[in-house]
Nanobody, 116 residues
Framework: QVQLVESGGDWVQAGGSLRLSCVASGSASVVFFKLSTIGWYRQAPGKQRELVIKSNGGYSNYNDSVKGRFTVSRDNAKMTVYLQINSLKPEDTGVYYC???????WGQGTQVTVSS
C-alpha cells in the first residue's frame, strides 16, 4: 500500500504564494514514484473535485485556470511532488489532493484558503 501525505496548505491573502508538498511512503519505491503519473486535484466547497495538474515527470497538463500561476515539480529521490502556487485568487480556495494514477492512491488533502 502506498501512502500519500500532503502539506503546505494555509490561509493567505489574494496575490500570495504557497508551496504544497506531497510525500509518498509505504510500499512505494523510488522507481515506482519516478515512473508514476501524479496529479494535483482540488475540491472547492460545494463543488466536485477537479484536476489542477497532471504530470508524468516529462510532460505536465495544466487546468486552464491555473496556467502561468501553478507549477509542478518533483524530487524523485525524496518521493515528493511539489505544487508551487503563485498569484493566488479566492477561487483557488479548496482542499488540494495529490494522486498517483497507477493504483489510484490519494492523500488526505491540505486546505488552501485565499481571502480577497
Amino acid at each position: 500500500q502506498v501512502q500519500l501525505v500532503e502539506s503546505g496548505g494555509d490561509w493567505v491573502q489574494a496575490g500570495g504564494s504557497l508551496r504544497l508538498s506531497c510525500v509518498a511512503s509505504g510500499s512505494a519505491s523510488v522507481v515506482f514514484f519516478k515512473l508514476s503519473t501524479i496529479g494535483w486535484y482540488r475540491q472547492a466547497p460545494g463543488k466536485q473535485r477537479e484536476l489542477v495538474i497532471k504530470s508524468n515527470g516529462g510532460y505536465s497538463n495544466y487546468n486552464d485556470s491555473v496556467k502561468g500561476r501553478f507549477t509542478v515539480s518533483r524530487d524523485n529521490a525524496k518521493m515528493t511532488v511539489y505544487l508551487q502556487i503563485n498569484s493566488l485568487k479566492p477561487e483557488d480556495t479548496g482542499v488540494y489532493y495529490c494522486n498517483i494514477e497507477a493504483g489510484d492512491y490519494w492523500g488526505q488533502g491540505t486546505q488552501v484558503t485565499v481571502s480577497s
